[in-house]
């Protein structure tokens, strides 16, 4: 049996908004709007977090990404503009700042 290396952290994206039915029917919206996208990012310890919400039009193959903001008590808030028809996908990555996570120890 293999263990984790003690300098891995699991990091965890949960009940993410807008979500209808676990997923099962879209959030509507109309050209032009802007989608707000909230979700509670956390990790083990006291590393620095980002977050961003990684969105793409239909067809298209390469994601955009738009910065999410901690708002407080683990909870982020980001946005993108619905730019034309269709069924647009929205996905929401996070990842340890190192650098951050370095500076705030040294200082």
Request: glycine share 8%.
């Amino acid at each position: 049996m293999t263990s984790l290396p003690k300098t891995r952290t699991r990091i965890q994206v949960q009940r993410v908004w807008p979500l209808i039915d676990c997923g099962r029917y879209p959030a509507k919206r109309t050209v032009g709007d802007r989608v707000d996208v909230w979700a509670d990012v956390f990790c083990d310890g006291h590393d620095v977090l980002r977050a961003a919400v990684r969105y793409r039009p239909p067809g298209a193959r390469r994601w955009s990404e738009a910065p999410m903001e901690p708002i407080g008590n683990d909870r982020w808030h980001g946005r993108f503009e619905v730019g034309s028809l269709g069924r647009w996908q929205y996905s929401i990555i996070a990842w340890i700042d190192r650098w951050a996570s370095w500076r705030w120890d040294c200082f």
